[in-house]
């Protein structure tokens, strides 16, 4: 099988359109948005209108806007999102993002279909079947490593997305239930309550306690700055940052760096290419360890690795600045060689290991002047700066400018002039001004400054989308040419340009299913299939599935069940593996967190993790987040 090579893509998120209108200028080559209904972040919503302006402005360079519509649905509201499906097509969208395979049973616009990765795509086998099923794009799993990515590209044609940057979920997604266990609150459905942030306590199987009041299911943040050349040669064409709820500063300032990396990439190797058209340039150095994280990791990419978790806080502690020399009345000095500004945030661990955090008022060198002085301040303490002031201010500011180049030409007609404008993908604008006789047309005086003024005045694209290549000039004479001529040709050839580009945006088709439906990789599915609606049944029986569970949502799985599968071990976290160690067993161990126990058992065969636990009583689906006009 000869695998295509896709462009190389660099996906943003936006929170909303001006937050993606800022991803494509920074950088992107798409992003991805939630709708007014049944997208996987709670509080993301954005209306149909919205999208619209958003795909307009992507549109002009060709830039595409995928739209998650990846809640599990239930059969009430299935047309709901039908219909909503069509609404997106008709605003321009270039994708949905799916997890419910019900909407694929239902009539659907002939927009392209990406597999959510809370479709749990980890398999060469799950994803050649969601090729087969007619999806154009998968989002892989996290936690594969180069070589798994390899496996699947080789095997599969279909685009692969991996997610390169922002907060990683600890358990596979699509298989974690915890919240709705214990709120209600489904992640399948877009409103995680992020149990895997909480402090726990973990005991071994004989009641000692190995680790107090740790947060046991925190990750660091993703960064795979230094495999992106390693991801794009394994088969990765769509490089994704997660973060559709993260602040404005966060998307400028972590797009930019993608864009600069994979820029690099394209540039020294040319069997890649660019997903979109234009280069932005920036008013600031894109800095990762300015943007919150919780510390980095590149997670599974090159296999297991110890130090993975944020087990001491999930908060943001920053860029390590230096320690505290000297307290006094109000004020600390740094031995650093750091600058400060007034407004930075500064932070610390206290003697239990819990951040503390400190606003400086006013910074005089080294010697710092906290807004309040926190009391755990001690001299000797290790400072982090979480906010540096001088780089938001620079990012709260317009920061990007990103321009598509064109080659104007200027050519005589019998009885005026026309201006071609041809931009870099080969879209073309061309107006004709009539002058009159050319027995009435003047030669200029002085004919090498005048043609030098006539380029210079037909490069000038000023705030508009373009950037000029060197003017071409097709003049029988060296003509006198009034300025405002000029000017007028090039501002409607510029319009028309403009409206030539989103008119002739090549939206993506969708792709077709196989001739005949492939079978699914299991003839068997349970609550981890996430079936939630009769489409989905259906959808799943055409392929071969013989017997289906309801998702755990439905409320059918009463007893003690993996509420959560990962590939994070805390046997290995802490030197308690197996594999590692002679003489160990996997036996159970415990999570405790309040009143909250959750027993971890240990599958070593697969090298997973399994935390188990009940539905609490009472505990009954939150359907208000994702019903139609909620904003969810």
């Known amino acids: 099988m000869t695998r295509p090579q896709h462009p190389l893509e660099l996906l943003a998120p936006a929170k909303n359109a001006d937050f993606g209108i800022e991803a494509i200028k920074h950088g992107a080559d798409a992003v991805y948005i939630g709708g007014p209904a049944f997208g996987a972040r709670y509080g993301a919503g954005n209306d149909v209108a919205e999208i619209r302006r958003l795909c307009d402005f992507a549109h002009r360079y060709r830039a595409k806007v995928f739209v998650a519509l990846n809640t599990i649905l239930q059969d009430s509201e299935l047309e709901a999102g039908r219909q909503l499906a069509w609404q997106l097509y008709e605003a321009g969208a270039d994708a949905l993002i799916i997890q419910d395979m019900g909407l694929l049973e239902m009539d659907l616009p002939p927009i392209q279909l990406h597999a959510s990765t809370q479709t749990d795509n980890r398999s060469p086998e799950k994803v050649k079947f969601l090729e087969g099923a007619g999806f154009s794009q998968v989002v892989l799993a996290r936690e594969l ?367 077709k299913p196989a001739a005949n439906p492939v079978s699914y990789p299991q003839e068997e599915l349970t609550y981890l299939g996430n079936v939630f609606n009769a489409k989905a049944r259906q959808f799943y029986e055409k392929h071969g599935v013989k017997l289906i569970e309801e998702a755990y949502e439905a409320g059918n799985e009463k007893g003690m069940v993996s509420l959560m599968i990962t590939r994070h071990c805390l046997r290995y976290s802490f030197n308690l593996c197996p594999k590692e160690v002679k003489h160990l067993k996997p036996d159970p161990m415990t999570l405790i967190n309040g009143n909250e126990k959750l027993i971890l058992k240990f599958d070593c065969k697969a090298c997973e993790m399994h935390v188990v636990g009940k539905m609490k009583k009472g505990v009954k689906l939150n359907l208000g987040m994702i019903r139609p006009g909620s904003g969810g």
């Open 145 to 511: 490593s180069l070589n798994e990515i390899i496996n699947i590209s080789s095997q599969a044609t279909v685009a692969l997305e991996y997610f390169v940057h922002g907060a990683l979920c600890v358990a596979y997604s699509g298989q974690c239930y915890i919240s709705h266990a214990h709120t209600g609150r489904s992640a399948n459905r877009g409103e995680c309550s992020q149990a895997c942030r909480l402090p726990y306590t973990l005991v071994d199987d004989k009641g000692k306690t190995i680790t107090e009041n740790q947060h046991l299911l925190s990750m660091k943040d993703n960064n795979q700055t230094e495999n992106i050349l390693a991801l794009a040669q394994a088969g990765v064409s769509s490089f994704k940052i997660e973060g559709r709820l993260k602040d404005l500063s966060y998307v400028k300032n972590i797009t930019a760096h993608y864009r600069r990396l994979l820029d690099d990439v394209i540039a020294q190797n040319p069997e890649f290419t660019r997903a979109s058209s234009g280069r932005s340039t920036w008013t600031f150095t894109p800095q990762p360890d300015k943007t919150f994280n919780r510390g980095y990791t590149d997670y599974f990419a090159g296999g297991r690795q110890d130090d993975i978790g944020a087990f001491d806080s999930p908060a943001f502690v920053g860029e390590l600045i230096g320690d505290v020399a000297e307290i006094g009345d109000g004020w600390l000095v740094v031995n650093t060689d750091q600058t400060f500004h007034n407004g930075d945030g500064v932070c610390f661990h206290d003697a239990h290991g819990d951040v503390q955090g400190m606003r400086i008022n006013r910074a005089e060198g080294k010697k710092l002047y906290p807004a309040e002085m926190p009391p755990e301040l001690s001299e000797g303490a290790t400072l982090f700066r979480n906010r540096d002031q001088e780089f938001e201010r620079a990012l709260e500011k317009e920061s990007a400018d990103r321009r598509v180049s064109v080659k104007p030409v200027l050519s005589e007609t019998e009885d005026g002039l026309v201006l071609t404008l041809t931009d870099e993908d080969g879209v073309t604008a061309a107006v004709n001004r009539k002058i009159g006789p050319k027995s009435e047309w003047q030669i200029a005086q002085n004919p090498e400054p005048a043609l030098a003024k006539l380029q210079e005045n037909l490069g000038k694209f000023g705030n508009t989308m373009f950037i000029a290549e060197p003017v071409e000039l097709k003049l029988s004479q060296p003509w006198f040419l009034p300025v405002s001529t000029i000017n007028a040709l090039r501002r409607e050839a510029t319009e028309q340009l403009e409206a030539a580009r989103v008119a002739s945006h090549p939206r993506p088709p969708r792709a």
